[in-house]
């Protein structure tokens, strides 16, 4: 489930980021904001997770 969340925050920044397609409008202020907050929180998930595993001594090999 964890991989899906990360998709779609990776698949949203995509479609309105800088190397998005020629024909696509330019993200808005709402927008980017947005962006912006989704990729902090993910980017605070995959550290906490790690953190976690690290703990744990649990080996995350998809991950690697």
Known sequence: ?????????????????????AQRHNPDMEQA???LYVTESCIC????????ARNSGITLTRWG
Do not use: N, P, Q
Not at 8 to 14: E, I, Q, R
Not at 45 to 52: A, G
């Open 1 to 21: 489930m964890d991989v899906e969340f990360l998709k779609a925050v990776y698949g949203f920044d995509s479609t309105l980021g800088s190397h998005s397609a």
């Open 33 to 35: 904001i947005l962006g």
């Open 45 to 52: 998930f995959i550290l906490k997770r790690l953190e976690v």
